[in-house]
Structures are given as C-alpha cells and as structure tokens.
C-alpha cells in the first residue's frame, strides 16, 4: 500500500492522462489499449486543471487540441466545465488552438486584448519570460507556447476514440453522445436524464436528439409510466460498425468521474499548504469523502464507509479509496 501524497497523486493523474491522450493521437508511447470509450472533452478538462504539474503534458495536449479540435466540441466542454476558473480555463485552450490553426479560428475570434502581466493568475509555479496572448486574453499567466506539431489525428477505430468515429458519422453535437451512451451502457435502456448526464447537453437537446433518432427507427422508444426510456439494437450498430457486440468498448462515467479526480488533486495540493496535524488531516479527508463518494460509487469504485473507524484511523480508509480510485485508472499491466 503506497502512502499516498500530493506527488504520488499527481504522478498517478498525469500518467492516466499520457496514456490516454497517447490512444487518441498525442506525441508518445503508451502499450495501453483500453476497453473503455474515453470521453475527450471531460478528459481535456482534466488536463487543463493540472497544468501545473506537467507543463511539457500541458503543451502537448495543447498541440493534440490543434491537431484534432475538428472532432472536439467547444459547446460540451463549456458545458463541463462547470466553475468559473475551469471554463476559464477552456476558453484559454480553445482561443489558443484558433490562434494556431486556421481550421478553429473561430475559437479565437472576439477574445479580449491580454491583461497586464501583473494582473495574470499564474496556472503553474515556473518563470514565464513571455506570457501567451491566448491564456493573457483570460487572464491567465503561461509562457507563450508554440505548437509542437507531433500530435497525429486521432485513430477512431481505438476502442478508447469511440466518441471521435460516432461524431465523423452524425457531426459533432448530442446525437453522437447519445449513440455512444446507449451503445456502451449496460443498462438495457435509460431515461432521458441519464442520457443527458453522460451525453454533457441539456435535457432539451437530448430529448431534441432521442426523439429524432427514434422517429428514424435507430433508437428504441418505450414508455414506462409518465416516463420515457430509451433503447438500442446493440447487435445492429455493430453490424453497422464492423466490431462484434461483446467487442465494443464499455461505458464509464467520466462525467462524474474525473472532475473527482481533480477534486483529489486539489485537496492534497491544499493539504501540502496547510500544516494539518494527522487528526485534522483524516478529519478533513473523511469531509472530502463525503463530498465525492456518490459520484465515485455511480462510477463502480468501492467506497467504504469508514464508519467505526475514528479520528487518525479514518487515513488508511481514505488511502484504500485511493488505491482503487488509481487502480481503476491506471490497472497494472
């Protein structure tokens, strides 16, 4: 059992981010093939946040988003990012990529003039000879950055670039979040809500995109009292898709997930700040349990609920959820 710290937990988030932005096309070498289909703007959400942490990751994932921003959706990452510092954040990497890429120019149409350097908020603790106009335009402090140009589109035959090769078939926007929730759940049919949850648009749009699909007969509509769920032939779209049924990549709730992931990172960056005696610090943790073990348990990971374990002894139980937490994510070879 590793003792778990804020350089542990970052070193554990940024090799989950290489390895799956290495499956989608960014600079590098990864032997992970995994079966899961990845959710690229909850992803890249998550690699902006943690900045800091791996500068060189930040720019090649900057350069990834150059490369293959045509598959990216600019309105579901907005709506992701759910606080103001991560849409901030967004709006930054997209207006960099317009900048960079004629393709995206819109993303960088209209910003604002760059701020006063000493008006930037610093995304990491390094020198910054020059700062770049795309992060100074949100008032966010960076040293000016150029494309690296190593990124390559991305392969949407991976099981992990699923959402890619359903947004080359029905266009970037809900419908291809839709198909890809129904054909990798494994809920027999789900609501609107639970579509809407995963597919990151609103309940309006969802419902907008079910009805269409359904009144083209590729999605199974069924009414469950005042409710309507909804259904796919899952043994057809793999016909359609050319992967046998068992072989498609399963659903995880990145959704729900990885802004958890950030949440941890957060909370171990603030406890290296704040001097916690051992009773505080497991006090603090159980409060930050609290906080996300429903969106870790809707993500399949075990979370115990410590509960006659008391005061000190509360930090192995938190240090189990962690273990699986990056178990989960990055599952020995």
């Not at 008032?139 to 947004?167: I, Y």
């Not at 949850?197 to 199974?220: C, E, I, P, W, Y």
Request: hydrophobic fraction near 50%; proline fraction near 6%; include cysteine.
């Amino acid at each position: 059992m590793p003792i778990w710290s804020r350089d542990g937990v970052a070193q554990e988030v940024s090799t989950f981010l290489w390895d799956q932005w290495t499956q989608l096309g960014l600079a590098g070498v990864s032997p992970r093939r995994d079966r899961w289909a990845m959710d690229p703007e909850a992803l890249l959400l998550l690699g902006l946040r943690t900045a800091g942490a791996d500068p060189r990751l930040f720019g090649e994932t900057l350069d990834w988003l150059r490369c293959n921003g045509r598959l990216m959706s600019a309105k579901r990452l907005r709506n992701l990012a759910r606080d103001a510092e991560s849409r901030r954040l967004a709006d930054a990497a997209l207006a960099w990529a317009g900048m960079h890429e004629s393709a995206l120019q819109l993303w960088a149409r209209g910003i604002a003039r760059p701020a006063p350097r000493d008006e930037l908020i610093p995304l990491a603790d390094l020198s910054v000879r020059e700062p770049d106009p795309a992060f100074a335009s949100f008032g966010l402090l960076w040293q000016q950055t150029e494309p690296s140009a190593k990124s390559a589109a991305a392969d949407v035959l991976r099981p992990a670039a699923l959402a890619f090769r359903l947004r080359l078939l029905f266009g970037v926007g809900a419908r291809a979040e839709v198909i890809r929730y129904l054909l990798t759940t494994d809920r027999p049919e789900s609501s609107v809500a639970d579509i809407a949850h995963a597919a990151g648009f609103g309940k309006r749009n969802v419902a907008d995109a079910l009805g269409a699909l359904a009144s083209a007969g590729v999605v199974g509509r069924l009414s469950r009292g005042r409710e309507l769920r909804f259904a796919i032939d899952v043994a057809r779209w793999s016909g359609l898709l050319q992967v046998a049924a068992g072989d498609l990549p399963r659903a995880v709730d990145w959704v729900g997930l990885l802004p958890v992931v950030w949440r941890i990172t957060a909370w171990f960056d603030e406890d290296a700040a704040s001097g916690r005696s051992p009773y505080l610090r497991a006090s603090e943790a159980r409060l930050l349990m609290a906080e996300i073990g429903p969106a870790l348990a809707a993500g399949g990971i075990v979370v115990p609920d410590g509960c006659d374990a008391h005061g000190e002894a509360y930090w192995p139980v938190f240090e189990n959820v962690l273990e699986a937490v990056f178990a989960f994510l990055n599952p020995p070879a």
